[in-house]
Nanobody
Framework: VQLQASGGGLVQAGGSLRLSCAASGRTFRYNGMGWFRQAPGKEREFVAAISWSGSLTYVANSVEGRFTISRDNAKNTVYLQMSSLKAEDTAVYYC????????????????WGQGTQVTVSS
């Protein structure tokens, strides 16, 4: 599956952004999907993930209550709704797919999209 992320940008602290990840490939609906992020000088870290049906979701403790992951299989798209953004959320965000598994760690990712930059000004 090929992944194309979009929706990043510059936002003030406390604001919101919605990231989208459009997937191509007939097996999209069978993939768990997720988002990771990487801040300058830091390791890439897990943010959120969702099962292929959408019935299971996982979010990192650092974003719980502020970020929501969802998907629309009819549109082959997964979303990350980010609210109450903080300066520490600044990073390049990557969407990810896991074949028949939910990508909650880098070792469970089978496909990566290109990153989209999110910058939160304080």
């Amino acid at each position: 599956v090929q992944l194309q992320a979009s929706g990043g940008g510059l936002v003030q602290a406390g604001g919101s952004l919605r990231l989208s990840c459009a997937a191509s490939g007939r097996t999209f609906r069978y993939n768990g999907m997720g988002w990771f992020r990487q801040a300058p000088g830091k390791e890439r870290e897990f943010v959120a993930a969702i099962s292929w049906s959408g019935s299971l979701t996982y979010v990192a403790n650092s974003v719980e209550g502020r970020f929501t992951i969802s998907r629309d299989n009819a549109k082959n798209t997964v979303y990350l709704q980010m609210s109450s953004l903080k300066a520490e959320d600044t990073a390049v965000y990557y969407c990810a797919a896991g074949v028949n598994r939910i990508p909650t760690a880098q070792r469970t990712v089978d496909s990566w999209g290109q990153g989209t930059q999110v910058t939160v000004s304080s």
